[in-house]
């Protein structure tokens, strides 16, 4: 018999619903669709507890340029809505070094291991539930193209190792979020097939790979005329989706920047696929009721600095004020468009 596929096949749900549970009708939506929106999930508290954190990581962003004479005026009484748009504007790429040297603070690690977020994990992936190491926080400027990221499958920023598993992700935002404002799309049903399509690398001036529409039609059974949605998340809310299911978010038009971060589970008995460079840190352990997670450990790596260092030519590694990002995506996929960040690419896999 053919083994379950792990990105179609509902588990087992629990006939006593414990706190923040979906609906088996919502489980057997994400299982069917590749996605899920929830709405009115987190507390206000939870959620200002990360505005202010990130009001803080901009800040101290904006003393650094500043320290060092990059930019003349520090945009103090601008809120966390405009504050990283202007100081993009002195400094062209402030908002990827705010992508790049971003720190899970103590209000991001109480979201990603909640109560509630991780009664929904049980549902997703069985008793046994951790973190995955890949997570980011993203500062959608407007009208900037650096930060629309266009379609892909998680999957494909991953090592092959994890192509046999559910990895899902919760994108939380930080405000109201519709097509306006750099909202998510998902190419429904296009997880069904468990296959990674054929992506490339890397559009514009930007360090993405990208799955054309041509192969999510063809490879991924994509419909593109009925199956594209555009997901409106009200803050409050977050958007689940899956590592194989095809997404993008798109322009922000809007004059505010879109915060949101992108936080993944998965089984800590599978492999992680993050190409060695970090574990992920155990939530929920079927054998440890009791169990504490290891924050220590968990934060003794960043793993940003960990892939720069690794996969980044050396002149990017040692100034704090390199746009470039480099990953070992550029080794999986052909580099079909050549750019700074393709350029600062150093292959040194251990
Ligand atoms: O937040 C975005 O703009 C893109 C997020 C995304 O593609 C992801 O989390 O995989």
Redesign the pocket.
């Known amino acids: 018999m053919a083994d379950p596929n792990p990105f179609i096949e509902m588990p087992m749900q629990p006939t006593l619903k414990k706190p923040g549970q979906l609906t088996n009708e919502q489980v057997k939506q994400f299982f069917d669709e590749g996605f899920l929106i929830v709405e009115d999930f987190f507390s206000q508290e939870q959620l200002q507890s990360c505005r202010n954190d990130i009001e803080a990581m901009v800040d101290d962003l904006a003393k650094k340029l500043y320290a060092a004479g990059k930019i003349q005026d520090l945009h103090e009484e601008c809120g966390l809505f405009e504050r990283l748009t202007e100081l993009d504007k002195e400094f062209p790429g402030a908002a990827i070094l705010l992508f790049k040297s971003q720190k899970m603070s103590k209000s991001f690690q109480n979201i990603w291991s909640d109560e509630k977020m991780l009664n929904v994990a049980e549902q997703i992936l069985g008793p046994d539930v951790a973190g995955h190491p890949v997570w980011?926080l993203?500062p959608?400027i407007p009208k900037n193209d650096i930060?629309i990221?266009p379609w892909?499958q998680?999957a494909a920023y991953f090592d092959t190792e994890s192509y046999d598993h559910m990895i899902f992700?919760a994108?939380i935002p930080f405000l109201d979020t519709d097509a306006k404002n750099?909202g998510?799309q998902m190419a429904r049903y296009g997880h069904r097939t468990g296959r990674v399509g054929r992506h490339t690398c890397s559009p514009g001036d930007t360090w993405y790979v990208l799955l054309d529409e041509e192969e999510m039609k063809n490879n991924l059974g994509v419909d593109l005329e009925k199956d594209i949605v555009t997901c409106k998340v009200p803050y409050g809310g977050m958007l689940l989706f899956q590592n194989m299911i095809p997404?993008?978010?798109l322009s922000n038009t809007s004059n505010n920047v879109r915060w949101?971060c992108?936080l993944r589970w998965q089984s800590p008995n599978e492999k992680w696929g993050f190409y060695d460079l970090q574990e992920g840190i155990l939530f929920r352990s079927s054998k440890q009721p009791d169990l504490t997670p290891d924050w220590q450990k968990y934060l003794s790596v960043d793993r940003k600095v960990e892939w720069q260092k690794r996969y980044c030519k050396e002149q990017a590694t040692v100034d704090d004020f390199d746009t470039r990002v480099s990953g070992p995506w550029f080794a999986r996929w052909d580099i079909v468009h050549h750019n700074r960040h393709t350029e600062s690419f150093k292959y040194d896999r251990k």
């Open positions: 980011n993203r959608k930060v990221v892909h998680d992700t994108w750099g998510m997404h993008r978010s949101s992108d």
